[in-house]
């Protein structure tokens, strides 16, 4: 709540004045105790090489951004060098095109 605050407004003891408010909202109360944790769920493991493919990016570093491919079957790392500002859509797709045409089309992308 506080952030969503910050993002419009400020004034000095905002905080404070945030936190004496829920502690008096009926509303926010029960919302803060009904607050369970969801157990963690692993991926499935992949049956075979590129079922399945995690890419990020990573970066900027050494002045570029690094497109980070990862086999989910056999953990075979690919990083791709891409120009900072070359990043879009258009560019990952060609990027990917590329692994693809060396190792074959990814079923599924994380």
Known sequence: ????????????GMDKDI?????QCDAC???????SKV?????PAAQRPFQRLHIDFAGPYLDAMWLIVV????????????????TSTKDVIAALFEL????GIAEEII
């Open 19 to 23: 936190e004496k408010k829920t502690a």
């Open 71 to 86: 086999d989910a079957y056999s953990k075979w790392p690919e990083v791709v060098r891409m120009k900072i500002g070359k």
């Open 100 to 103: 693809f045409t060396r190792y």
């Open 29 to 35: 109360k029960r919302m803060l105790t009904d607050t």
């Open 39 to 43: 157990p963690l769920q692993p991926w």
């Open 1 to 12: 709540m506080k952030r969503l605050a910050r993002q419009r407004f400020w004034w000095p």
